[in-house]
């Protein structure tokens, strides 16, 4: 049975900072690209072959997972986010899971993905809703961002969000692979003034 907290590890209103940042989202905009198709391919090149792919490892080894995740995000502000919104997960303590523990005390890294992996785990969701939940949090994080930057409105948000939803397949392989958000994300680190941390 789904336990209703996983809408609750999946709430963009969760207290982990998300809203601070676009993902590439930001800088993308600045530069002219075509938004719609932007949020397509790092939906399915970066979220779902990356973050996604990763929880099935996370759930039996998570300092593999998140040796490999981390050494995958090449940008500093990339790393920087996904460990942010990680421990700030880890540090409200919505389960009781070894790992996290260890991360809060300062003895593993924390990627988000991870971190949420290993919340699911412990509240028994089983890694397909885990996976699932991950990847609407993932893209509505990004869709929102837009939206906020007024490349896009509140309703075409919501048709995008459905659209690549309804094309959701699992990954089985961890792949993760966008040179383009890896060189927006290196530009936005020098940009000023911007709206997102990343």
């Known amino acids: ?3 209703p907290k996983i809408f609750q590890l999946f709430d963009s209103a969760l ?6 940042y676009s993902f590439g989202v930001e800088e993308a905009c600045m530069r002219g690209f075509e938004i719609r198709r932007f949020i397509r391919d790092i939906f399915f090149n970066v979220i779902m072959k990356g ?3 990763i929880i099935e ?3 039996e080894d998570p300092e593999e997972a ?3 995740l981390y050494a995958s995000k090449l940008p ?3 790393k920087e986010a996904s460990v942010n919104m990680g421990l700030s997960l880890a540090r409200l303590e919505l389960c009781d899971d070894y790992y996290i523990k260890k991360v809060n005390n300062g003895e593993g890294i ?6 949420i992996a290993r919340c699911c785990k412990s509240l028994g969701i089983s890694k397909d809703d885990c996976k699932a939940g991950l990847a609407y949090a993932e893209l509505s994080q990004l869709v929102f961002s837009a939206v906020r930057l007024r490349a896009i409105d509140f309703i075409e948000g919501q048709k995008i969000i459905w659209y690549l939803l309804s094309q959701y397949k699992e990954e089985k392989e961890f792949e993760p692979f966008s040179p383009v958000l890896d060189i927006l994300s290196k530009l936005h680190e020098e940009r000023e003034p911007r709206v997102f941390l990343a």
């Open 51 to 53: 973050d996604v792919a």
């Open 15 to 20: 207290p982990i900072g998300s809203f601070n």
């Open 1 to 3: 049975m789904l336990t």
């Open 66 to 68: 998140d040796k490999i």
């Open 76 to 78: 500093k502000e990339l």
């Open 57 to 59: 490892l996370a759930y």
């Open 110 to 115: 924390g990627t988000y993905p991870v971190i």
